[in-house]
Nanobody, 115 residues
Framework: QVQLVESGGGLVQAGGSLRLSCAAS????????MGWYRQAPGKQRELVAR???????NYADSVKGRFTISTDNAKNTVYLQMSSLKPEDTAVYYC?????????WGQGTQVTVSS
């Protein structure tokens, strides 16, 4: 089992920045990818950014150039630095870990961007 604890959400004005953190604990060996997804009201959950164990990253087109995903392996933590935030970035953001064939999810953290 992998436990994920997220932090860093909140309310910010358009154009502002936030950094989300997700600390992983438990059976954290053989993790394939760590990432962030988001879900806005009435919409499906979507991938925001993902990083592999080898350091490769991919981003949703809507956040490229504005968001950066990174990890601190010593702390088993994945970060999402979000800049130039837009009202359409408002959503619940979920941390995700893929370990083997199993997905693990955090509890979600609300990000609200006011115009």
């Amino acid at each position: 089992q992998v436990q994920l604890v997220e932090s860093g959400g909140g309310l910010v004005q358009a154009g502002g920045s936030l950094r989300l953190s997700c600390a992983a604990s438990g059976s954290i060996f053989r993790i394939n990818t760590m990432g962030w997804y988001r879900q806005a009201p009435g919409k499906q959950r979507e991938l925001v950014a993902r990083i592999t164990s080898g350091g490769s990253t991919n981003y949703a087109d809507s956040v490229k150039g504005r968001f950066t995903i990174s990890t601190d392996n010593a702390k088993n933590t994945v970060y999402l630095q979000m800049s130039s935030l837009k009202p359409e970035d408002t959503a619940v953001y979920y941390c995700n870990v893929l370990r083997g064939l199993t997905n693990y999810w955090g509890q979600g953290t609300q990000v609200t961007v006011s115009s």
